[in-house]
């Protein structure tokens, strides 16, 4: 989800929960304590050199539990953070910590924002030597598919 998304949302949303994976939620008494903007630079293993960047909202559980925070105050803390940051309109990743501190993509499932667990992979398979999967083959089929193959007692060997 990009920013400007979330902004569209939070305008039409009366509370602001975040679900988990596992379909627990985020205590409704958190705190939105980051919004900022992460520029990764690297090199993938197959030497392209590249830059990503996201804006990232870090989620607290500060059982403050009185807080609640309503989407207008959301939308005016991203908007503070567009303003004094020059945030652009890019994908969020959301860090919230439950055992140790989680990155997330952020979707919305038309009553709530979920987070969605990120995945790593190899953006260079090509160059590093991944093997593309090989299509499937049922050992039944080869037979049938192809009616000129030896049978025994066919006489082709």
Not at 5 to 16: G, N, Q, R, W
Not at 79 to 84: A, D, G, P, T, Y
């Amino acid at each position: 989800m990009k920013l400007s998304e979330i902004k569209e949302v939070l305008k039409t949303v009366e509370a602001v929960n975040f679900e988990l994976p596992d379909g627990t939620f985020v205590p409704e008494y958190f705190h939105v304590t980051e919004v900022g903007l992460v520029t990764k630079n690297f090199i993938d293993c197959g030497g392209t050199v590249r830059k990503e960047t996201v804006v990232n909202f870090q989620l607290w559980d500060a059982n403050d539990y009185e807080h609640r925070l309503k989407p207008q105050k959301l939308i005016h803390i991203i908007e503070l953070s567009e303003k004094v940051l020059g945030i652009e309109d890019h994908e969020i990743e959301v860090e919230y910590q439950n055992t140790t501190i989680g990155k997330y993509d952020l979707d919305f499932n038309g009553k709530n924002f979920t987070l969605l667990n990120k995945q790593t992979a190899c953006l260079a398979q090509e160059q590093c030597g991944i093997p593309s999967d090989k299509p499937k083959v049922k050992l039944s089929q080869l037979n049938a598919d192809n009616a000129s193959s030896c049978t025994p007692g066919g006489g082709c060997c």
